[in-house]
T-cell receptor, first 108, second 114 residues
């Protein structure tokens, strides 16, 4: 079993839809990270959070430490949001564990 | 500083050959990580450095793999006697915070072993 599980694996949405990607983890963590990976490999860090909620523009990330669960929400989705979204967790030993990613396609 | 850079971006090699990849982190970052990513999977941790010290190595890092960061700046990852199973994207990331802070990723080196 992977330390980090994401769902769904693939997601197709119409432009403007509200999108939710879920992440569950099974290890103790010091932080949870949401990453965005575009075709060609480049990875960009979207959020790093250890509690509560963070918001950047149309992106919102939440974490529930007790339930070991996080969600990434995209409001008013746009085709340029199409990418793979990866959840990762880090522990105090600086090990990072990654989910397999959610491939999002937003159709105009 | 324009971010984390990796060279080469692509490498095609024949099975049995040795390859070396380079990563230049963001200059003030003291932590440097290497990951491997295969198609459809998330990155897998290989190793990381705090300055020039290699502090953690994954079980994935067989004895054919070696990484160095001699002066605490750039790092190299060498794979000896490459196998077809080594074909993957090799990603480097760096961070500043001592507490598993936000990582900045390089563009990766895509290795194809024929």
């Amino acid at each position: 079993k992977n330390e980090v599980e994401q769902s769904p694996q693939n997601l197709t949405a119409q432009e403007g839809e509200f999108i939710t990607i879920n992440c569950s983890y099974s290890v103790g963590i010091s932080a949870l990270h949401w990453l965005q990976q575009h075709p060609g490999g480049g990875i960009v860090s979207l959020f790093m959070l250890s509690s509560g909620k963070k918001k950047h523009g149309r992106l919102i990330a939440t974490i529930n430490i007790q339930e070991k669960h996080s969600s990434l929400h995209i409001t008013a989705s746009h085709p340029r949001d199409s990418a793979v979204y990866i959840c990762a967790v880090s522990n105090t030993g600086n090990q990072f564990y990654f989910g397999t990613g959610t491939s999002l396609t937003v159709i105009p | 500083d324009t971010g984390v850079s990796q060279n080469p971006r692509h490498k095609i090699t024949k099975r049995g050959q040795n390859v070396t990849f380079r990563c230049d982190p963001i200059s003030e970052h003291n932590r440097l990580y290497w990951y491997r990513q295969t198609l459809g999977q998330g990155p897998e941790f290989l190793t990381y450095f705090q300055n020039e010290a290699q502090l953690e190595k994954s079980r994935l890092l067989s004895d054919r793999f070696s990484a160095e960061r001699p002066k605490g700046s750039f790092s190299t990852l060498e794979i000896q006697r490459t196998e077809q199973g080594d074909s993957a994207m090799y990603l480097c990331a760096s961070s500043l915070s001592a507490l598993a802070g936000e990582q900045y990723f390089g563009p990766g080196t895509r290795l194809t072993v024929t």
